[in-house]
């Protein structure tokens, strides 16, 4: 009797119920969309030599589909390298989307190029299948926009992350470690390419940096720019500034500065994909994404804002302005994709 009564109140008091505790031994069979980025690889060695790890053990890549992007020069020409790398590690490659989304329980949406995520991913969220979309989420704030009106629509838990903004030194800030934040300069590397809007490209990891510090409600944003260097600063609700510089010329690196009510931190230095992988991985289980829709969405009006002030010759730009277009058009693109079922 006294056995049962012990027996009964640890199970009473563990820190996993008896359901919590099924869904982390949960095994996923993960699949993959796009292999033209070295996230492809390296996200692939982390879950499937993952062994015994608590959090990632038990998901593993099994399928991926390799279609990219013809017109990427950097992306078509890694895809073969990189079709042979993934095979070593136990992964199946498959031509079929479809046929790849029906064989597996979550996904990774690794296409390098935004553009096609949106074509890509409607069958994944038509399926239910909780997915990762690997920056940029999209080829356009309107596409954006687009994905998550539809995941909404589908009811599919969807987020999209770059990894800086899992680093211990970024998360500190954000979990308050210097109070409440008053304003941020971030840096990263801000190679451009032409199909892309210029900051979408590369310049997302320092502003995914500024936005883990500062969250959503910016308001305006002028952009400085010269061959070599970019320069966009935001104002957001309250009056916070918040800064990001875009490096392709001399020293880069990924980092910045938080200030706040009880003090000044840095924001690197960058830990490695290991902790995103491991938000990926939870989010899968939980079907709670880490970063909400609404932050990832100011986050690309902030940007798709950058290229507007460039564009009306380096002035401030309204973000409610960029978003409100954008809105317009996602909504229009939302009703006709539904329609077409």
């Not at 033209?36 to 879950?47: I, K, V, Y």
């Not at 502003?207 to 500062?214: H, N, Y």
Request: aromatic share 8%; proline share 6%; glycine share 10%.
């Amino acid at each position: 009797m006294r056995f049962t009564l012990l027996l009964a109140l640890a199970l009473f008091c563990s820190p996993l119920s008896p359901g919590q505790a099924d869904e982390k031994a949960k095994q996923f069979r993960v699949g993959m969309i796009g292999l033209d980025t070295s996230h492809c690889l390296a996200f692939t060695e982390l879950l499937n030599k993952a062994g015994e790890d608590p959090v990632l053990g038990g998901c593993k890549v099994v399928l991926v589909y390799p279609k990219g992007s013809p017109d990427i020069e950097s992306s078509v020409k890694r895809v073969p390298e990189y079709t042979q790398k993934i095979k070593s590690l136990g992964v199946e490659v498959v031509e079929d989307l479809a046929s790849m989304i029906a064989q597996v329980d979550v996904v990774l949406l690794e296409t390098n190029d935004g553009r096609p995520h949106l074509e890509q991913v409607i069958p994944v969220l038509k399926a239910r299948k909780p997915v990762f979309i690997d920056k940029p989420v999209a080829g356009s704030l309107v596409d954006a926009m687009t994905i998550y009106r539809l995941a909404e629509h589908y009811q599919t838990p969807v987020f999209s992350s770059s990894s800086l903004r899992f680093a211990a030194a970024a998360q500190a800030v954000r979990n308050g470690s210097i109070g409440d934040v008053l304003g941020c300069d971030a840096f990263s590397p801000c190679s451009l390419e032409a199909t892309h809007p210029d900051l979408f490209w590369y310049g997302i990891h320092g502003c995914e940096t500024l936005f883990t510090a500062m969250g959503p409600g910016v308001e305006t944003v002028v952009r400085t720019s010269t061959k070599d260097f970019d320069v966009v600063t935001g104002v957001w609700t309250g009056g916070r500034i918040g800064t990001f510089r875009g490096i392709r010329a001399g020293s880069g690196g990924y980092g910045g500065t938080a200030f706040g009510t009880k003090g000044v931190a840095q924001m690197g230095p960058y830990d490695g994909y290991k902790p995103l992988v491991v938000e990926i991985v939870k989010f899968w289980r939980s079907g709670k994404p880490p970063v909400s829709a609404e932050e990832t969405i100011d986050l690309y009006a902030f940007m798709e804002a950058a290229d507007e002030s460039r564009r009306r010759g380096f002035v401030p730009v309204n973000v409610s302005e960029i978003r409100a277009h954008a809105a317009a058009a996602a909504d229009q693109k939302v009703r006709g994709i539904i329609a077409a079922q």
